[in-house]
């Protein structure tokens, strides 16, 4: 099942809902709440909206069971303690409020190797991969290859894992929004939209988008772009970051 695709769900299928478009949705324990198809069309479905009632809910809003997020830290040593942990930490707690804790994975690398052998266990229940890590306007550095080339690190997940459905990555290494990294990363069939800084950014600054960006799109149930737009717009750095898919700037 691909993640992204526009309503291809059937009457009888558990799904994962905005809590925003419920009857009471400051009562649910998380952004995204299963619900039941009970009806169809092409462009929207109808669920129970948890106050004895039912709701129409757009197609594009709605997630198959299998949401998955997958922080990706890439360590250096030289920083992990006083940047990139607690950055990875800060996006991790964030999620967890929103979703439940089967849905949301943190991995630490340092590797191209382990990133592989991670990628190729994961990238099954993986929607969205959060990638923290150093990064340049073409790359993002590994302890054993160096800087690894926007090109090159996207052929490495998908040799890893050839059958994987797009996934929508943000990446907070600095300068991977431009697009000597972003539009090759882009390009992927991996890879259905990139968002990333244009410049350096902060590491508070990169949590704050990160987080706006997410409470948006899960907690607000706002399509890909509208969720980007007003975390550009909310966040300190927002204006720093990009949005990329096929290649193109958005």
Not at 74 to 98: C, I, M, Y
Request: a positive charge; charged letters at 15%.
């Amino acid at each position: 099942m691909i993640y992204f695709m526009t309503s291809k769900f059937q009457v009888g299928d558990t799904v994962l809902v905005p809590a925003a478009r419920m009857s009471n949705p400051e009562r649910e324990a998380h952004a995204l709440v299963l619900r039941k198809v009970l009806a169809q069309t092409n462009r929207s479905i109808t669920v129970d909206n948890g106050a004895y009632g039912t709701v129409n809910v757009a197609s594009r809003l709605v997630h198959p069971r299998n949401l998955g997020f997958l922080i990706l830290c890439v360590g250096d040593f030289r920083t992990e303690a006083t940047l990139l942990n607690p950055l990875a930490k800060s996006v991790l707690q964030f999620l967890r409020l929103l979703l439940p804790d089967d849905d949301v994975r943190s991995i630490n690398i340092r590797t191209l190797a382990e990133l592989g052998a991670h990628w190729s266990a994961q990238h099954a229940v993986t929607s969205h991969v959060v990638i923290i890590g150093h990064g340049s306007f073409d790359s993002v550095s590994f302890i054993d290859a160096g800087p690894v080339k926007g090109k090159d690190l996207v052929h490495r997940l998908s040799t890893a894992a050839p059958a994987a459905t797009p996934k929508l990555f943000v990446s907070l290494a600095c300068q991977t929004g431009r697009a000597a990294f972003a539009k090759p990363f882009s390009q992927s069939a991996i890879c259905r939209d990139l968002i990333a800084p244009f410049n350096s950014v902060h590491g508070a600054g990169a949590s704050q988008f990160c987080q706006s960006f997410f409470a948006s799109h899960l907690l607000g149930g706002t399509e890909i772009p509208a969720a980007f737009s007003q975390a550009r717009g909310a966040a300190v750095s927002g204006g720093a970051f990009r949005r990329w898919r096929n290649g193109s700037m958005c």
